[in-house]
């Protein structure tokens, strides 16, 4: 099977501008969770989608948002970019849910300057 | 809620020397426990997990970890790192029942020395 894939691999993006993020999970896996992971913070949770709905949200601001596509596939966007918010963004995906053995993609390295 | 401390950030150690890297977790309820390897400019690979059963743990690589409930740990250990072990080791934790996200420790950075 192939593993979780992540659109584009590396971003560069001015303050203010807005960003897009894409995963796609496992085949058969209905749940994607997104982290953000920086070396201050270590890997904080962002969101799960399981079925197209949002099941569960991080403490994270209402400029960073997601969505989950009928076949799985996610999208995590990320508007009026902050210097603050360059990290490496990480999709995981499981067969059950976000308590569950999760299995990583590569990651989004984004760079706000 | 779930928290997860890994004591130390850095480990160096000298090839062919036993590891252990610690792990200590916070939880009112019953938990799964997991550790991922992340090398450098790459994701999380699950290293081991434990849900049930037998407290010990193993990995293909060598590695193994110990569940134990009382001092609430679940520790990281290889008898034998090699080079290519060189990488950050997170420490994750999540309640038995519900479907809360994973919470992970900072994660410590092995560097195994030639």
């Known amino acids: 099977k192939a593993g979780v894939t992540q659109t584009p691999r590396y971003l560069i993006k001015t303050r203010g501008q807005q960003v897009t993020l894409s995963c796609s999970p496992i085949s058969g896996h209905r749940s994607v969770s997104w982290y953000q992971q920086t070396p201050g913070q270590g890997l904080q949770f962002l969101f799960e989608y399981f079925s197209e709905t949002q099941r569960n949200k991080g403490n994270f601001p209402g400029r960073f948002s997601g969505r989950q596509f009928s076949n799985s596939r996610s999208e995590m966007n990320v508007s009026t970019l902050e210097l603050g918010d360059s990290a490496l963004y990480l999709c995981?995906?499981?067969?059950?849910?976000?308590?569950?053995?999760?299995?990583f993609g590569p990651g989004t390295r984004l760079t706000v300057t | 809620a779930q928290s997860v401390t890994q004591l130390d950030s850095q480990v160096p150690v000298f090839e062919e020397a036993p590891v252990e890297l610690r792990c200590n977790y916070s939880?009112?309820?019953?938990?799964?426990l997991f550790w991922y390897v992340q090398y450098p400019n790459q994701g999380l690979q699950l290293l081991l997990k434990?849900?049930?059963?037998?407290?010990l743990v193993e990995s293909i690589n060598g590695f193994e970890a110990e569940f134990n409930k009382s001092q609430t740990s679940f520790h990281l250990r290889k008898p034998s790192v090699h080079i290519s072990d060189t990488a950050e080791y997170f420490c994750a934790v999540s309640p038995l029942r519900g479907n809360t996200p994973l919470v992970f420790g900072k994660g410590t950075r092995l560097s195994v020395i030639a």
């Open positions: 434990y849900l049930s059963g037998s407290t």
């Open positions: 939880s009112s309820v019953s938990v799964y």
């Open positions: 995981a995906s499981s067969t059950s849910g976000a308590s569950y053995e999760q299995y």
